[in-house]
């Protein structure tokens, strides 16, 4: 997978020097503290993706205070500005599904991974990743900017937004998730900027 990220990493405008940090092995790294041997940033994400996931006290938290809850914010169709309610009768409600979907799978995990802030920073951080959803297969295939002004505004879109909320302070951010917060500390100790992180977060959330 190495190749491959590491070209997503470039077509995204990270600095030679910061791709190479996120493949190198930095052994006195705070987030390598504990582990059995140094890893690299890249393998330290999925090793951190594990950590938040793994079944235990972690897991348990992360399901009943974000998860959870939001699929049953999701499925409470007596809000009248429910996305994907289209009408109500006596008998019950009529709903588009694919509105329903994206309320609890794309809507449901940003905000157990992000927490309210990153809806502060861009209200509209959905809509982009929709319009990036239908467009992405031309970052996949290299097309020119002339062929794929509409993905690349939608990615445009993305990276600020997640580089904004990268930028906000800890104190407006007290309910991300152990992820985020892990990979952010992590991806600026190795020398990251904003945007960069910003590029990651987006990648990540994409996959």
Known sequence: MDPISDEMYTRLG?????KKALFDHHPDATYNAGNARPLSPTDMIITLHQQQLHPGPRLDEFMTTKVLPGIFQSLNFRKESHAALLSTSGTGHTISLVKLCTDVFIRGTTDAYFGSAIWTVQPD???FFIRWEYTNWK???QLPAMMSRDMLAARGELVRAFTKYCELPDEQRQDRSYFIEKLETMLREVG???K???SVMMLHYWA
């Open 14 to 18: 990270i600095s030679l020097k910061s």
């Open 125 to 127: 951080l959905l809509e």
């Open 139 to 141: 970052f996949l295939f």
């Open 192 to 194: 990251l900027s904003s």
């Open 196 to 198: 960069e992180i910003g």
